[in-house]
């Protein structure tokens, strides 16, 4: 087992370990945010033949040329083509028919007139434009043909691929399944949030936290409960958690003699890949394997800033990577920094920050205490600032990279155009 | 009513008649993503006394000035404080205790030596540094004393927030309601997805758009189905929505002989408030309320993407100004234009676009097609350029403001940092 890891060793080190998550069957209603996993091709053609855009009047085009407002043009109206109906003959030179918007275009007509530029005549119609070539006419085949390729494999589903599914008559989609995670929290100090703390008890919001930051990106996660600082206690809880495809302790993996998660992972057959990431907050990080299932077991820091920190730069990205997302990082901006950092050289540290679009690009100030106790603090801000593991003081000024964990910061309150 | 406004007109007396919807009052565990009615309080003290951040001992700072590897110290371990649990005694001069992470720090010490600066001795200890002043000892209310304001109201919960909750003991949190959306389809030409459309008829797509944007931003859609071209069709399906807050029509409310939809509304008792658009796609679309409900009633065009962009520019906006955001728009980026844009100057367009991150900013590609009914053209771009009413030529090369559609543009596949 290797220790001391830097962040991006021990990130590349979980993802090399981490598999894409096999495929299910499921609504396309349910699909929203999945992973296709095979490409969607047509079996059908949309339109399915050359269609008029507008209601109006189909019409010959050669019969209107120098067809004006001053010089209208009256034809009689043969028959009507309504939506989702079909023209009863050819339509013969000279003649009109009335159409609907989705409505096939007769055999011979060759343009629409909309029916704003005639008197919108029932026996007879008074035209008074002359039609561009095709003008309002949709073409059979516009949108899609019978075996063109819609939708690529791998791509996220959005609300206008669901509504191209439904176009194409698919109502079943095959998608990456979604992770299952089981959490754990562990420790005899703490008890659930609607249990008193009177006698000097702290509430178990990590799992909570931990929970939230699961179901956010589409993961399925299990609470297992908090286990009481005995190995029989832990081990109860853990095996209960072997069905998952991940499992997430926020019980702390260290080396105190009160931590017996080690010995009880061991026990149930995890191997430790790694313990241990130069990084603040959260150094004490432990990644193994649970042979032959091939389960990601994360010991993720018990302070609450540590625990989702951890979360956001390791599980986050492995679970992403299951769900079968290629994209599974979190947006990074460059901003100004407001205020000097000062740190010591040998872990990268995650700043806190809140972050202001001004006319000079994005601030970013840190949210104050930066104890990786102070859950607080990652409330109050939008964003981690990312300083190098061999800085040693970032001025004010200074321009840093930094990770949005609050797409809500894109967002606008007035709209921007 | 009120014809031919534009985009901004339109979107403002939208918003204005939109109103905020009451509270709800739920599990915290489902409240991520919805927007908080009450500011949160602390009513506890987090932690709740002086704590040990470290595995290891209690001392009296003053025993150990001098002290370092070179010139240990040895103390006599006189108790332990386990976390949950207390220390039995003050600690006396000359005394250390072990203690463990998240363990009240005794009465009398000062300070934490973390175990790796020791021999971890069980009886006595030997220590090898000199600790500063309250170092690895976290304060009692660090986080939060009681009375804090924690969480404001109007914010937007996220997993930290959720987090916060739990630590507070807040397992039921009061938010402002979902709204309930009621979606009809309209056509003789249509059919649900899962029928055959040998006949010419066309797939009811733009109801699983909607849906789907519904969702997407956690408004509840109730698909009302596809009416007949018949008011008695209309009218009936219609009915079946007025308990929603919204009903949005993609049956198209228009002049034509066969749009029925504007005198159904009429008839049970929408008052419509505009009628047309200056854009493109998207002009026929319609805006009223219900009285006395409130209601709000959309008629959007029945054009795929029509109904989709009109939904992200209007519906949108007016769902998150119900749940309580005020961040309601979408992103809008600064990118630089692939190729020309020729239109006519009179409405606003929305360009679909492809983003690429560029080494010189976010360059915008046209998605070709931009006819309203090809809805394949929205999932081939991430965005919407927005070229101004008045403009008839946007060049090559030009900057253009970039709606965000796809919030997953913002995704990385490497690491940032």
Redesign the interface.
């Known amino acids: 087992m290797r220790e001391g890891l830097t962040v991006?060793e021990a990130?590349d080190l979980i993802l090399e370990a981490t598999p894409i998550l096999g495929a299910e069957t499921i609504s396309?209603?349910d699909a929203?945010g999945r992973v296709l996993v095979d490409a969607i091709v047509s079996t059908?053609r949309?339109?399915?033949?050359d269609c008029s855009?507008m209601?109006g009047y189909a019409i010959r085009r050669e019969d209107l040329v120098g067809t004006s407002i001053a010089k209208p043009k009256t034809m009689p109206v043969v028959y009507e083509v309504?939506?989702?109906?079909?023209a009863s003959r050819p339509l013969e030179t000279g003649e009109a028919a009335?159409i609907?918007?989705?409505?096939?275009l007769p055999p011979g007509a060759d343009a629409i007139i909309k029916?704003?530029d005639t008197d919108m005549g029932d026996e007879r119609v008074e035209i008074r434009v002359e039609p561009e070539p095709r003008e309002h006419v949709?073409d059979g085949g516009?949108?899609?043909e019978i075996g063109d390729r819609?939708?690529e494999a791998g791509?996220?589903l959005?609300?206008?691929?669901?509504?191209?599914?439904?176009?194409?008559?698919?109502?079943i989609v095959s998608v990456h399944q979604r992770p299952r995670v089981a959490i754990l929290s562990g420790?005899?100090?703490?008890v659930e949030?609607?249990r008193p703390?009177d006698a000097?008890?702290?509430?178990?919001?990590?799992s909570?936290?931990?929970?939230?930051?699961c179901?956010?990106i589409g993961a399925l996660p299990t609470y297992l409960g908090i286990a009481g600082?005995t190995p029989e206690a832990i081990e109860i809880r853990m095996r209960a958690g072997l069905g998952a495809d991940v499992l997430v302790s926020s019980a702390?993996v260290?080396?105190?003699?009160?931590?017996h998660v080690r010995d009880v992972l061991e026990k149930i057959g995890c191997q430790l890949r790694f313990w241990g990431v130069l990084m603040k907050p959260g150094y004490p990080l432990a990644f193994g394997i649970i042979e032959p299932t091939g389960q990601l077991v994360f010991g993720l820091p018990?302070?609450?800033v540590s625990t989702?920190v951890t979360f956001e730069e390791f599980v986050r990205?492995a679970l992403r990577k299951m769900m079968g997302?290629?994209?599974?990082?979190?947006?990074?901006v460059q901003a100004t920094l407001s205020d000097a950092i000062r740190k010591r050289a040998g872990r990268l540290h995650f700043v806190r920050v809140r972050l202001e679009m001004t006319s000079r690009g994005i601030l970013a100030t840190p949210t104050g205490?930066q104890?990786s106790?102070?859950?607080?603090s990652?409330?109050r801000g939008q964003g981690l600032a990312?300083i190098?593991l061999e800085a040693e003081a970032v001025e004010a000024g200074a321009t840093v990279?930094v990770?949005?964990?609050?797409?809500?910061f894109?967002?606008?309150?007035?709209?921007?155009?």
Do not use: K, W
């Not at 949309?46 to 033949?49: N, V």
């Not at 420790?187 to 703490?190: A, I, N």
């Not at 106790?373 to 607080?376: M, Y």
């Open positions: 991006e990130q396309a209603s929203a059908r949309h339109p399915p033949a855009a209601d309504p939506a989702g109906g079909r009335r609907f918007t989705g409505a096939p029916q704003e949709r516009e949108d899609f819609l939708i791509s996220v959005g609300a206008s691929h669901l509504g191209v599914l439904a176009s194409v008559g698919r109502t420790g005899d100090e703490l949030p609607d703390t000097g008890q702290i509430v178990s919001s990590n909570y936290t931990l929970a939230a930051q179901r956010e600082d702390g260290s080396v105190g003699d009160h931590d018990g302070n609450p989702a990205p997302h290629r994209d599974i990082h979190r947006p990074v205490n104890s106790g102070v859950l607080t990652m409330i990312v190098p990279d990770q949005i964990l609050d797409l809500g894109f967002d606008r309150r007035e709209r921007g155009f």
